[in-house]
């Protein structure tokens, strides 16, 4: 049992340095892969279909203000007062979900909501980092990393990741490639309607199109357009 121990922490502690050390190299070169990119590739080829990898790193300020802003109004309206994860936002999606859970058990709903609280931070370190599956594992790592990355990176290093590596379509990574793909321009050149689009589809970018909203996708883009100009960036 002695040796098990050992063992564990001589692992633990290699974990921690191999982490510390990657989140350091981050920190200051793109990263031009993720496991999630990976992941997708390998789903397509099993499935029959070549998705590919479509994606071109850019500098935070070769994104428009608007996307910035639009991305924080959509995905996370505290990035700038928390430090990795919002505990407030957990706590009020545990509430919604034990009451989403009553009215289920009640028969008063049908499709249960199962509502989450992850920041652009830990989306962030799931996607550079991590796998992107449901354990109480990799929940523990997200939040270690997502404390890690805002120690290291800074908030505008953790933005410009998170717009260059998220899905934002089959086979499409980060807002330039969307950019061109969806509106043929580049980043920089987005205006308001179009950033407040592709931040509406961010949840499901496999499903919803900012170059062909559905009215759902159009009255969410419009409610983030309009808090947008409430955003403060890093």
């Not at 892969?33 to 935070?60: C, D, H, K, Q």
């Not at 933005?159 to 043929?184: D, K, P």
């Amino acid at each position: 049992m002695k040796r098990f121990f050992s063992i564990f922490w001589k692992l633990c502690i290699s974990y921690v340095v191999l982490s510390l050390v990657v989140v350091i190299i981050t920190r200051f070169i793109p990263i031009w892969i993720t496991p999630l990119m990976i992941i997708r590739l390998v789903e397509g080829m099993f499935a029959g279909t070549w998705v590919g990898i479509r994606a071109s790193w850019v500098p935070l300020d070769a994104v428009a203000l608007s996307v910035q802003k639009a991305v924080i109004a959509a995905e996370d309206a505290r990035f700038l007062s928390h430090h990795g994860v919002d505990w407030e936002a957990v706590r009020e999606a545990q509430r919604r979900n034990e009451r989403m859970e009553r009215l289920a058990c009640q028969g008063k709903i049908k499709n249960r909501r199962v509502y989450g609280a992850s920041t652009i931070t830990m989306q962030t370190v799931k996607n550079a980092f991590l796998v992107p599956s449901r354990t109480y594992l990799r929940k523990a790592l997200e939040v270690y990393f997502a404390y890690l990355v805002e120690w290291i990176w800074g908030k505008r290093r953790i933005l410009e990741v998170y717009l260059n590596i998220i899905e934002m379509g089959s086979g499409l990574y980060g807002i330039e490639a969307a950019a061109q793909h969806y509106f043929g321009k580049p980043a920089i050149a987005l205006n308001q309607r179009e950033a407040a689009l592709i931040a509406a589809i961010l949840p499901n970018p496999r499903r919803w199109s900012p170059a062909r909203p559905s009215r759902y996708i159009q009255r969410k883009a419009a409610r983030i357009q309009s808090s947008m100009s409430d955003v403060a960036l890093p």
